[in-house]
């Protein structure tokens, strides 16, 4: 039977169905057999090497002369300019230099690489910090804490030095504080650690100039500014710019000598690259001169202090001061300081300009010399000379040994000249001494006994024939007058007392009492015990530990950079006859002053060591039993400890609220990371601002008294800021339901601290809402005493409908984009099929104007997704309008919002959830009013995905 053929053929339709086939074809016919264009890719791929470029000969002949030629014009042999691999990088003799590369933008605890191994880490402040463990840890880090001892490295605290008459830093200082909060700069006699809450200064004259900013930052920031305001400069410029200061960096720690001006110079610039505040953002809203309210309520934050000199000489020339502060502070603290001592000038900023020809001396190198031709006793006697060089250069390469210590401390401020140090007004000198002391604290009822254990006092007495020679700073400080006496009084008290106040000791080398096995307990000693039993009378209070030499600065660098390596220390303890006998004490050993700063208040001890000496101390405290925690743990530890976090505690400072932005966001994103059906409808559930507590909002709308009052009218807006109350004598008076106190306050418009412990049943987390319950919850709960709560009403979700109007209109635009972008995709193709199949060119005008087409739709559906995504959020959470037009005090049907909690968890301790949070004054008033047969102190609070309240108790934080 005969096929019938079709009378007409599509010809469009054909070539494009086969438009695959013809250009398969056409490429076929048109390429060559060899695909590669150059020499070495002649071969087939089986057969190339990559030795060929060291070596010609893996070449087919005929292809070698070709090969010579264009490696010739290619330049001949370049080094490859890419990075060098991870292979590379992480050998032995390369590792040091990679960790120091690495820490130019983030800064390194000296423990980083022990953390990196077992914990989780963070960048934050400028820092990599220890986040958790990848172990289960909770119950075991609470064990810890309990019955055993529990460790943090706390080493990211910047502590600053300030130095000069005291009473010009009394005064000064006074201008940052607020004497109503009890936590001021005192000279009282103490020995202990004490703490103030700064402020920006009362004055007007608090201006943001380039000045105002973190000093150690000002003169890089201003380099970029101009970098970015030079129109001329481009990458290439800016990257070359970037690379010369790593070279002079470089040359400043490898060629110039340390006690030479210029190398101080260099380092100290080198040092100040590494500070972590240079990635720190920049606080928001920062109060101008113009703006004096807010300026005189700009709260920083908690510090920590200390004084080094008699404290009781107020009239003293030569006092110095140590603050210990939060990273999150850091700029803010230094942008108060630099208002207040009116910084003049840096110390060693400007380099001489003999020293710069000197070390531009240093470095200039000849150009190579001309190939010239040789006659054959020239080649011999150059053959024979070249011998004699490569051994002479072999044995000297084989003498030089690499300093690792030193290479260690290169991103630290190590020696104390790298420092940056800065000239005030009245005779005042402010040192920032970041990256100089690693601080640990301690917590358990077992860590005086660990302490005493890896810190281990030691005599400073040399033996006969050497002390006559020069010996190491210990010695030498054991000449001078009255010394060993103080030392050995502070050894005695070490040993007898249980470490109530602060104590300065030089202790042995940790690396020589590491136990045998992890977590053994010492051995017992009778000598011990004897030396107990007789005990020494002494005096009453101890100040010997403020003449420390931890305190002075030449002496820490000379403890940190005269440490002996670890093979040293491994080789003494080898020679041992017994694995783990005690090793005695000899002339060569190292001693180390440290600091050890008790806090009887939170039952904690913090241990200062100087740089460089970090990891034998920590390796000693883990050997001897500290379990370790990281971030989270140290948080927690604040809650069992009865107080909540530091950047919790002052929710209205920059850091604070930059803490609290930044937990909103993690919120909000895990949060959208769940599909639709899967998320919680905070709008039915009357929760207005689910992931940040919106304190504005709530002042404003408890602004507004009862309507018998009637004294003040609604605010139509926001205030522009938040306060919260911090005034001791006034929250005494709350906490003892005394009405009187409300009188006295000028402004009732404030926030209130409240620590929450749960009733009966329930948990308590951030963003948690604090309700005021009515005197039937109150009856209801002391009747029955195991009712539950009341239970909101489920609200309506006005923004249901239009959420999904807005999805279903993004999907048919979405369908419509397709549409159009198909339609233009399949034009291109045929124009490409028709070009091909009838051997004509491109028509370059058409094809780029549907390619302009499609590059235009790309961008319509990017805008489309980025629209739908922001539009979508608002929608589900709400935004700040949403917040402000519905209100956050009646934004629940049932009961009236008091407040919100801003950290909350299980507390181990407590055996319930326990929290921290702010309430509104006017609602503690009206609390207090209503509930005066309230012993309980009994309030709801209510989670943000549930519907039901539970009862916690409340009371206010001092």
Not at 263 to 277: M, Y
Not at 502 to 531: C, H, Q, W
Not at 925 to 945: A, D, F, G, I, Y
Request: contains cysteine; glycine residues 4%; hydrophobic residues 30%.
């Amino acid at each position: 039977m005969a096929v019938k053929l079709p009378d007409t053929i599509g010809i469009g339709p054909l070539l494009s169905s086969r438009v695959k086939e013809i250009s398969s074809l056409s490429r076929a016919l048109t390429t060559e057999k060899r695909k590669g264009k150059i020499a070495g890719q002649q071969v087939p791929r089986h057969m190339r090497r990559r030795a060929v470029a060291h070596d010609v000969r893996r070449l087919p002949r005929k292809w070698r002369d070709r090969y010579m030629r264009e490696k010739e014009a290619g330049g001949g042999d370049i080094p490859a300019s890419k990075r060098p691999s991870r292979k590379h990088r992480r050998r032995p003799s390369n590792l040091l230099k990679e960790y120091n590369r690495r820490q130019r933008n983030q800064f390194w605890l000296e423990t980083h690489i022990w953390h990196a191994k077992r914990f989780h880490m963070y960048h934050k402040w400028g820092y990599k910090i220890p986040g958790f463990p990848n172990d289960k840890c909770w119950r075991a880090n609470y064990r810890a804490a309990k019955s055993s001892c529990l460790m943090f490295d706390i080493s990211y605290f910047n502590t600053i030095e300030i130095k000069g008459p005291k009473s010009v830093i009394l005064e000064e200082l006074s201008k940052i504080t607020r004497p109503e909060t009890g936590k001021v700069f005192s000279t009282t006699s103490s020995n202990l650690e004490q703490s103030a809450v700064l402020y920006l200064p009362r004055t007007a004259d608090c201006v943001n100039k380039d000045s105002s900013e973190n000093p150690q930052n000002a003169d890089k920031e201003s380099t970029e500014k101009e970098a970015d305001n030079d129109p001329m400069e481009d990458s290439d410029t800016a990257e070359s710019r970037l690379i010369e200061s790593d070279v002079n960096k470089e040359s400043a720690d490898s060629h110039m000598p340390i006690d030479s001006k210029s190398a101080e110079n260099e380092a100290s610039e080198a040092s100040k690259e590494n500070l972590p505040n240079k990635d720190t953002e920049p606080s928001e809203n920062l109060p101008t001169a113009d703006d004096k309210s807010a300026n005189d309520n700009q709260l920083i934050g908690e510090v920590s202090y200390m004084w080094l000199s008699d404290i009781e000489n107020t009239e003293e020339e030569n006092a110095t001061l140590w603050l210990n502060c939060h990273p999150a502070f850091i700029k803010d603290i230094w942008q108060a300081l630099s208002h207040v001592f009116e910084f003049e000038s840096a110390f060693d900023e400007k380099i001489d300009d003999a020293s710069e020809m000197e070390h531009e001396d240093d470095e200039v190198h000849e150009p190579p010399a001309k190939k010239q031709k040789l006659c054959h006793d020239d080649k011999e006697n150059n053959k024979e000379q070249s011998k004699d060089t490569s051994t002479k250069d072999k044995k000297k390469k084989g003498k030089v040994k690499k300093n690792i210590e030193k290479e260690k401390l290169a991103p630290r401020n190590v020696p104390i000249e790298r420092a940056p140090k800065y000239a005030c007004k009245n005779g005042v000198s402010i040192t920032d001494l970041q990256g100089v002391i690693n601080r640990f604290r301690l917590v358990g009822p077992k860590k005086v006994e660990i302490l005493k254990t890896s810190c281990v006092p030691t005599s400073l007495k040399m033996k006969a024939d050497k002390a006559k020679k020069k010996g190491p700073w210990w010695a030498k400080l054991a000449q001078t007058e009255d010394y060993e006496a103080e030392n050995s009084e502070q050894n005695e008290r070490f040993e007898q007392e249980n470490l109530d106040s602060n104590f300065s000791l030089i202790v042995r080398d940790p690396r020589l009492l590491l136990p045998v096995k992890k977590y053994m307990k010492p051995a017992e000693d009778n000598k011990g015990d004897t030396a107990k039993s007789e005990k020494v009378p002494l005096t009453s209070e101890n100040e010997l530990w403020r003449k420390s030499p931890f305190f002075d600065h030449s002496v820490r660098d000379i403890v940190t950079q005269s440490k002996l390596p670890d093979i040293a220390i491994n080789d003494r303890r080898s020679k041992a006859p017994i694995p783990g006998i005690s090793i005695p004490v000899d002339d060569r050993e190292s001693r180390v002053p440290v600091v050890i700063l008790p806090d009887s208040a939170h039952d904690s001890i913090d241990l200062l060591v100087p740089a460089g000496w970090s990891m034998p101390f920590w390796m000693c405290l883990v050997y001897n039993g500290c379990r370790v925690g990281g971030e989270k743990q140290f948080n927690h530890l604040h809650l069992e400890q009865g107080r909540p976090p530091l950047l919790y505690r002052y929710p209205e400072s920059p850091a604070g609220q930059q803490e609290a932005a930044t937990l909103k966001q993690d919120l909000q994103k895990e949060y959208f990371a769940h599909p639709p059906n899967h998320r919680v409808n905070f709008p039915r559930l009357g929760i207005v601002s689910p992931f940040q507590p919106p304190w504005k909002t709530l002042i404003k709308d408890w602004a507004v008294e009862d309507e018998n009052e009637n004294t003040k009218i609604m605010p139509k807006s926001c205030p522009e800021d938040f306060t919260i109350l911090r005034d001791a004598s006034v929250l005494e008076g709350l906490k003892q339901s005394d009405d009187s106190v409300y009188q006295t306050l000028d402004n009732q418009d404030t926030l209130v601290a409240v620590r929450l412990k749960i009733a009966l049943r329930g948990r308590l987390g951030a963003n948690t809402l604090i309700c005021l319950p009515t005197k039937e919850d109150i009856e209801e709960v002391v009747h029955s005493g195991i009712w539950e709560g009341p239970v909101e009403i489920q609200q309506q979700d006005q923004t249901e409908k239009e959420r999904k109007d807005v999805t279903e209109m993004h999907k048919n635009m979405k369908k419509r984009l397709k549409r159009r972008w198909k339609k233009l995709k399949d034009k291109k193709v045929l124009m490409q099929c028709q070009a091909t199949a009838l051997g004509k060119e491109l028509d370059t005008e058409k094809m780029n104007h549907v390619t302009d087409g499609l590059n235009t739709l790309k961008q319509m559906r990017n805008a489309e997704n980025a629209n739908f995504g922001a539009k979508s959020e608002e929608l589900w959470i709400g935004g700040e309008c949403a917040v402000k037009t519905a209100g956050v005090r009646h934004s629940c049907k049932q009961r009236e919002v008091m407040g919100f909690v801003t950290q909350g968890d299980m507390s181990y301790k407590a055996g319930c959830f326990v929290g921290y949070g702010f309430v509104a004054l006017k609602a503690i008033k009206k609390w207090t009013q209503m509930h005066r047969e309230n012993p309980q102190s009994l309030v709801l609070t209510r989670e943000t995905t549930s519907l039901q309240y539970r009862f916690s108790h409340m009371e206010l934080i001092l």
